[in-house]
């Protein structure tokens, strides 16, 4: 198997995560800062190029209904504009709660999550991966649970 980029979007703040080569394990990559560079596509192409990356896998936030707000919107429009740059096709993983969760190992580690927020968005990253790569395993293991 071939490695798995996972992006936690902001608009401020891109978190990425990378799978090792065998999908099993995602580890927190970096944070790209919309502020200080120009274009987050040429950032995450040139990963996409050096780390042999073969999909990606982006958190969709979602309303607690399930439903899709305004930020899933944005979510949407930026990973349209990626996978043309990229020229692949990009998975989504209902991100509900992972920013939650990443400041709660934060809290856990004693971070102070103020200093930390770009800590957040590559630990967010990494949940939505981890829980995506887990999802492949599963149904892989479990092959009826695709239809589902």
């Known amino acids: ?21 065998l999908g099993i394990i995602a580890q927190t990559l970096t944070t790209l ?22 999909k990606i896998v982006v958190g ?11 930020q899933g919107k944005k979510v949407l429009e930026f990973a349209k504009n990626l996978s043309k740059e ?5 998975d989504f993983w209902d991100e509900r709660l992972s920013s939650v969760e990443s400041q709660k190992i934060l809290k856990e580690t004693k971070r102070k999550i103020k200093q930390d927020k770009k800590i957040v968005d590559r630990i967010s990253a990494s949940l939505i991966l981890q829980g ?8 892989s293991m479990n092959p009826s649970k695709k239809d589902e």
Do not use: H, W
């Open 33 to 54: 800062d919309t502020k200080k560079i120009k274009d987050p596509f040429f950032e995450i192409k040139n990963i996409v190029k050096e780390k042999k990356v073969k």
């Open 132 to 139: 995506y790569l887990e999802s492949l395993k599963s149904n």
């Open 60 to 70: 969709l936030p979602k309303n607690m209904d399930g439903t899709i707000g305004e």
């Open 86 to 90: 990229v020229n692949m096709k990009i």
């Open 1 to 21: 198997m071939s490695r798995i980029l996972g992006i936690d979007y902001g608009e401020r703040r891109i978190g990425l995560a990378i799978s090792d080569p």
